[in-house]
């Protein structure tokens, strides 16, 4: 076996193969992928195959779409047998929930470009005679898309990738992976080692263990599941057309034909078990490995899905394969660096990995080579689950993600399992006041405030939270607010150097001044957005940075690894160690005034400042920002501090009507503030100017990271354009199209009703022709079209008065 490589992957499933093709594709050869035993032989090998267009993440129906595309080619690009069917596919919706989800869905299908269409019961009879349609209300119907063969379709990825001239090396499992200190990674295989300067983990099932070797972790249970294969089927005998591939919330599962037979698959809710031992080790020597059959699990969705086709009951069963599939805890693939590690890539975690291996490798292969990808990939970012990820959390969040495959999870909609994992000193105090949290990389953090025990009904149309965040919206504007937003990442960030490495890795100019706070964005070397960092100057050599939550182990990586050997710059992270309490609105000054000597008036403590200051006796470092648009400050104690300086602010705050305000009431306000969030707007897909971001870069810098590519991209394929949308009791969320006439021109990126300005607002990306002020466009809301105006400023208060008071 070769001793050098320059990307080694580890594992011969759809995921690495596809990874191997498409590095190839972007032009680097010099790779070798490694497999312990035959190409296909983890859980590639035991997939039924299926490949559908709908999913429920915009971006992972990108990732979908590019696999349909691919897969009915790979048969005459390599000769290999992929026995491609594109049958399609209907899924069935039972209620009005599904029914809007499936809308919601229906318009990802015109921004990405897949085909897909409602369908009532008279076109679901035509496509499929054999159903029976109890309680069915419509379908989800997409072509192009249908079911392959697994293994054919990855060993015609690497048979692909080795036309291109990539390497395989079979039969040859990775017994240790070990770095040297030149940065390089030593692969030590039952073959002889090989020097590579990047490895990918494409281990499946076996990620854990292979993340294990590098001091790592991946967050994967791996689940039994089962699929049965009938007898011949008389009616599909004698019939040319096959059916579309069946999805079913009634039956939990899918079914369709398998040339003449019937092939079910049940995603049951009881009995769940883990594939291999949960506590750890699975049987290096096992591949193709099925597990013993269960049918008395599944059996009661067995008999749903006979109850929907009666001819799959006129048979026997003739086969039943129960296999294990990787699954991690929110459902999404892990596609990208390994946390504190540099060049050891995770491509792995998926669990409709035939679906999504084609696009999850050409997008992957695009990021190790280029930088970042062309799609957004902070969901599947390996970086989102930390050490709080630990097996009993990934085991409760897997097995729920697993037995809701086909249930319909509406907007705000979100289970307790697992949780909570991370939480602030407040949370109970909060809980007592009504909090209703939401989860944001293991921490809990208030959502909403429920007046009266109410709870959520969840969905895609304005609900009964409606008023409950209009007047968390009205006290914040009218009185004030606090809230608790302790998840923030948070580094210390220090050293006789370290003013130049932030000016170097940041487009926006540190604080020259003490007491200085920027919004400083980190760029690829393309020049594409990775972060948003609001940084303050503490001392002449020291700076506090503050990021997403979510983003907490990918900055770090970021700072971390942007340090030159010799710098004199030191990074703590601590995320853990400080609180964050935001007191916002027009009485802010009044009530934390009462409770600290420190003057807070215009003059002492200017807007987009930072003292460190006593609140309730408390030390803190206090930061005149807001993301609302009013008045008022983050106040960030030692966390232990927390409870004492949130008694003391909600007791002052009596006399000023002070109210808990949660998330929901922070999107509305930022919205019509027009802030751009990380994520949704500034993406990996877009640079600075694309984003409409170019007053936070200071191109007279002598140089930062991403600086040439943003000078020399243009023109500009696309903007980010705010506006106002005349919506009827549907705001938008993100993932809408966005239409001029029949034309699908852009898409929204987030969106939220604005209570202050009385307005249904979004962000919307779309090309630089329609980005005028006042251009009017439509957005595809719910099934109905929606005219959305451009706006030249934010919806409330554009010259800042509020805040600057
Ligand atoms: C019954 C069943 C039905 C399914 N149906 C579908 C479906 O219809 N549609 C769909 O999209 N998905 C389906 N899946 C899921 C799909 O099979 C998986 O998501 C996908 O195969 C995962 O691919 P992978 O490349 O990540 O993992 P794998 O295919 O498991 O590949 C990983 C490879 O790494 C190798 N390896 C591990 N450790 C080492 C080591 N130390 N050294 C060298 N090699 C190593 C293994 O031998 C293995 O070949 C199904 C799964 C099952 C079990």
Not at 738 to 749: A, F, K, S
Request: glycine letters at 10%.
């Amino acid at each position: 076996m070769q001793s050098n490589a320059r990307i080694v992957i580890v594992g011969g499933g759809i995921m690495g193969a596809s990874l191997l093709y498409h590095l190839a594709l972007e032009g680097c050869t010099d790779t070798l992928l490694i497999e312990k035993n035959e190409l296909t032989s983890g859980s590639t090998w035991h997939a039924a195959g299926q490949c559908p267009s709908i999913t429920g993440s915009y971006n992972l129906a990108k990732i979908h779409a590019y696999g349909n595309q691919l897969y009915p080619k790979l048969e005459a690009l390599t000769g290999q047998y992929v026995s491609w069917h594109p049958c399609g596919g209907l899924r069935l919706a039972t209620n009005e929930q599904e029914l809007a989800w499936m809308k919601h869905i229906h318009g990802y299908s015109k921004s990405i470009g897949f085909e897909m269409e409602i369908v009532g019961l008279d076109t679901i009879k035509a496509l499929n005679p054999f159903l029976t349609t109890d309680g069915v209300i419509a379908a989800a119907r997409t072509t192009g898309d249908g079911h392959g063969d697994p293994a054919g379709l990855c060993n015609a990825l690497a048979k692909a990738a080795r036309n291109l001239g990539a390497t395989v090396a079979r039969h040859n499992r990775v017994l240790d992976i070990k770095l040297r200190g030149s940065g390089e990674w030593e692969v030590i295989t039952e073959q002889g080692t090989v020097i590579a300067e990047m490895v990918v983990n494409a281990a499946g099932c076996y990620a854990r263990e292979v993340a294990a070797m590098v001091g790592g972790d991946a967050p994967i249970t791996n689940m039994q599941h089962h699929y049965v294969v009938t007898h011949p089927i008389p009616a599909f005998i004698d019939r040319s057309e096959e059916i579309p591939v069946m999805r079913d919330p009634y039956t939990s599962g899918y079914f369709r034909q398998e040339q003449k037979s019937g092939l079910i698959g049940i995603y049951e809710s009881t009995g769940l078990r883990e594939a291999w031992a949960p506590e750890g080790f699975p049987d290096w020597e096992a591949s193709n490995e099925l597990f013993p059959d269960d049918l008395d699990r599944i059996a009661p969705w067995l008999e749903r899905a006979m109850e929907r086709m009666p001819i799959f009951g006129e048979v026997g069963i003739r086969r039943v394969i129960n296999g294990a599939i990787p699954h991690t805890p929110d459902g999404a693939p892990l596609l990208g660096p390994a946390a504190n590690l540099r060049n050891f890539w995770m491509c792995c975690g998926t669990s409709f990995g035939i679906a999504q291996g084609g696009g999850c490798g050409k997008y992957l292969a695009q990021w190790m080579l280029h930088g970042d990808a062309e799609i957004n990939m902070a969901e599947f970012d390996p970086r989102r689950f930390g050490p709080f990820a630990d097996k009993a959390y990934v085991r409760d969040k897997v097995f729920l993600d697993y037995r809701l495959t086909f249930t319909t999870r509406l907007p705000g909609d979100e289970e307790m399992a697992g949780r909570p994992k991370k939480t602030s000193p407040l949370y109970e105090k909060l809980r007592a006041h009504g909090a209703v949290h939401t989860e944001t990389f293991g921490w809990e953090r208030p959502k909403w405030f429920s007046p009266d025990g109410r709870v959520e009904l969840c969905g895609y149309r304005r609900n009964n939270v409606f008023d409950v965040v209009r007047a968390e919206v009205s006290a914040v504007a009218e009185r004030v607010g606090v809230l608790d937003l302790t998840g923030f990442a948070k580094y210390d960030i220090s050293g006789a150097d370290a003013e130049g490495y932030l000016n170097r890795i940041c487009a926006n100019h540190m604080p020259r001044k003490v007491g200085g706070i920027a919004l400083a964005h980190t760029l690829s070397p393309q020049g594409r957005i990775l972060g948003e960092m609001t940084v303050t100057r503490l001392a002449p050599d020291r700076f506090y940075a503050l990021s997403a939550a979510a983003a907490e182990l990918r900055d770090l990586d970021l700072l971390s690894q942007g340090v030159r050997p010799g710098e004199n710059v030191r990074i703590d992270n601590v995320t853990e160690r400080r609180g964050v309490l935001v007191v916002s609105g027009p009485r802010s000054r009044e009530l934390l005034s009462s409770l600290t000597d420190a003057d807070l008036g215009n003059d002492a403590f200017r807007w987009l400042t930072a003292r460190e200051i006593h609140v309730a006796g408390i030390p803190l470092r206090a930061l005149r920002v807001s993301y609302v648009g009013e008045l008022g400050w983050e106040l960030h104690p030692e966390v232990d501090a927390l409870p004492a300086l949130y008694d003391a602010v909600w007791e002052a705050g009596r006399d000023f009507g002070l109210a808990n305000y949660g998330l929901y009431a922070v999107n509305s306000m930022r919205m019509e503030k027009g802030y751009k969030a990380w994520s949704s707007e500034l993406t990996n897909e877009l640079n600075m100017l694309e984003a409409d971001m170019g007053r936070f870069i200071d191109f007279d810098k002598a140089d930062f990271i991403g600086k040439a590519p943003t000078l020399a991209q243009a023109p500009r394929p696309l903007k980010i354009v705010y506006t106002e949308v005349d919506a009827a009791d549907t705001d938008a969320r993100g993932g809408e199209p966005v239409l001029v006439g029949e034309r699908c021109i852009g898409v929204t990126t987030s969106g939220a009703y604005g209570h202050r300005v009385r307005k249904s607002l979004a962000f919307a990306c779309v090309p630089p022709e329609f980005a005028a002020p006042g251009t009017t466009v439509e957005v595809l809301l719910q099934g109905e079209r929606r005219s959305a105006t451009v706006l030249a400023t934010p919806a409330y208060d554009p010259d800042n008065l509020r805040m600057r008071v």
